[in-house]
């Protein structure tokens, strides 16, 4: 399979999952299953699949930065990308990987595709409504 194909094939999964929406994306953190399945799975590739994958992700990460006008101002200012986005690279890998690699069971794909395809994405608009106004402070010396 070439970087191009898996690319594509990881921005169709974010395209049918979330749609348009932009935002922060709010994925479901790796428990020790997931971790167990990533190993097996990133152990059986090649290093010209590895290297494959990660030709994949750097184009699906910029796509990514390119989707969302915030991360792409930040990115361009000289800042590095959100956390957020680098959190889904690594969920979009698990899925190339679960994809790429030969001899998973059926659950041990499910484990590293549930991730990417199971989150959600908060728009700017449910950030800011969900934003609580600042702490005040009655003792103004306190600090």
Known sequence: MESTKITEELKEVILTTYGDRVGTFKLESVNEEISRARQKARGQLSKEQRLIIDRALVSF???LIGRDPEAAERVASGAPAPQDIETAVRAAE???VAKVAPDLSVE???LLVYRIE???IET??????N???PLRLS????R
């Open 61 to 63: 990460r910029d796509w």
């Open 94 to 96: 698990d899925c190339a």
């Open 108 to 110: 041990e794909v499910a």
């Open 118 to 120: 199971n989150g959600r």
């Open 124 to 129: 700017i608009e449910e950030r800011n409504i």
């Open 131 to 133: 934003k609580r106004p």
């Open 139 to 142: 003792n103004r010396h306190v």
